[in-house]
């Protein structure tokens, strides 16, 4: 009996231990839509079509429009470089390589995230942080 109630306590204070040990995934900061990556997306366009989703990348390249009410264009990429068209119309300043999150609609029959609202983030300690909103 006594060997029961030691081995029970023992593996509670392990599970505890290991649970709170993990390290956090960093989580994106509250903002609408579903969070996501760019592959899951482009390899299930049909289960995003017409939803808001959150995805964090790398801006490849880009394109600001001189007229207004008309889209700026931003091709975003993940590590694998895996890229999504971005169409948005705020006025964003952004670098090539700079890693941002975009919350905005998917259309599948263009590949794209229309109505976009992008984020410059920074990630530190395992959290992701606006720097604007």
């Avoid at 299930?44 to 600001?64: H, N, Q, R």
């Avoid at 700079?98 to 395992?126: M, W």
């Amino acid at each position: 009996m006594k060997i029961c109630s030691i081995t029970l306590t023992l593996l509670l204070v392990l599970t505890i231990t290991y649970g709170c040990s993990k390290k956090k995934k960093a989580e994106p900061f509250n903002v609408p839509g579903v969070k996501t990556d760019i592959s899951r997306v482009l390899i299930s366009p049909l289960a995003f079509d017409g939803a808001t989703v959150a995805i964090i990348g790398y801006v490849k390249d880009f394109s600001i429009s001189e007229e207004p009410n008309q889209s700026n264009v931003l091709l975003l990429s993940d590590k694998l470089d895996n890229t999504i068209i971005i169409e948005f119309l705020d006025n964003f300043q952004t670098t090539l390589g700079e890693q941002i999150l975009v919350s905005g609609k998917f259309i599948k029959e263009t590949n794209r995230i229309v109505e976009a609202k992008l984020y410059k983030i920074v990630i530190e300690d395992n959290t992701i942080r606006p720097l604007n909103n």
